[in-house]
């Protein structure tokens, strides 16, 4: 292994389940010591990716690598580099903490009494002391997704996957997490993080992968791909969503392009090269007898990017779950 490779070269990875590809010619760069969000709706491929990477599945085309050692060719080795954690605790429910984390050492080959000191550590630095002696059961949610990353970091490995890591918790317990993955990088490892969460990837991510159906549609910083769509985003709420058509129109005539249409009945977003062109589509509104119920300017969001990207948004509900 050398430090020097980027911590993941993937090149047309390709997984299908019969019929379909859930995964179909991807191509990822993470470098060594960055955050690399994966950002897509449940079911675009981001979890199945990941997996292919840690060697859980097997990859159908295409290849990949770990810090330059081939993932195909030699996955004991690749397990040795990765540490994976999934979006539901993998923790043993009828043990405690420490009893969890001495436990998951003991089979990866460390002796018991470095394994009682490394879980005593490793509770520490996850800020489960008070706990670590309880059942699990007495546990929330955010402590148990600390405990089980805690668990993938028993090797040390420099790569760590998080395949959404706080699904399911609530804001507060979300923002400890984001503080504890910003500490991993801070320790020298680089994380690879899927997420369906458009802010998470912002708070988070030194760069972001878009995937929709198993493919990449875009990957450059968040802000790269947020000028990619404009300086500015004219937000628009029509009174009367029937005119939508008749509205998409007038921004086409006045800018050339046409508006990004948002799930939200009515509602439109119009990326803006200037932002007092805002006015010229406003006036032809007006003209155009279109009435408008709200109206904002901004800086373009990820949810703007990824719409505008996709058609859709994250949580859209023909993709009700990930692929496998």
């Known amino acids: 292994m050398s430090i020097t490779e980027p911590a993941v070269r993937a090149e047309g990875l390709v997984k299908a389940f019969g019929e ?40 159908d085309a295409g290849r990949a690598e770990i810090f330059g050692v081939d993932v195909a060719a030699d996955p004991h080795v690749i397990r040795q580099l990765v540490g994976v954690t999934g979006q539901y605790a993998s923790v043993d429910e009828n043990l405690t903490a420490r009893e969890n984390l001495w436990l998951f050492s003991r089979l990866q080959g460390i002796p018991s009494a470095r394994a009682k000191r490394l879980a005593t550590e490793l509770l520490g630095r996850f800020g489960l002391e008070e706990a670590a002696d309880k059942a699990l059961a007495h546990f929330s949610g955010g402590m148990r997704r600390r405990l089980d990353l805690a668990a993938s970091l028993i090797t040390r490995p420099p790569l760590i996957f998080l395949d959404e890591p706080t699904t399911g918790l609530d804001p507060r317990t979300r923002g400890q997490m984001w503080d504890t993955i910003r500490g991993l990088v801070a320790d020298g490892c680089t ?11 912002d708070q988070l991510a030194d760069r972001v992968a878009v995937i929709d159906r198993g493919r990449k549609v875009a ?15 004219l937000q628009l709420l ?7 058509p008749a509205a998409v129109g007038v921004v086409r005539r006045v800018l050339g392009s046409d508006p990004v249409l948002s799930p939200e009945q ?55 779950k990930e692929n496998r």
């Open 238 to 244: 029509l009174a009367e969503p029937g005119e939508v």
């Open 219 to 233: 990957e450059g910083t968040p802000d790269e791909l947020k000028t990619a769509v404009g300086d500015s985003t």
């Open 266 to 320: 009515g509602r439109l977003n119009v990326a803006l090269d200037q932002a007092d062109r805002a006015a010229d589509v406003l006036i032809a509104l007006r003209t155009a007898g279109i009435s408008i119920s709200s109206v904002s300017v901004a800086k373009p969001s990820l949810d703007e990017v990824f719409l505008a990207l996709t058609g859709h948004g994250t949580d859209d509900p023909t993709k009700a």
């Open 191 to 201: 994380v690879l993080l899927t997420t369906q969460y458009l802010d998470e990837a």
């Open 20 to 59: 379909h590809r859930a995964v179909d010619g991807i191509d990822l760069d993470v470098r060594a010591g960055e955050i690399f969000g994966v950002l897509g709706p449940n079911g675009a491929g981001k979890t199945t990716t990941l997996r292919m990477l840690a060697t859980l599945l097997p990859i």
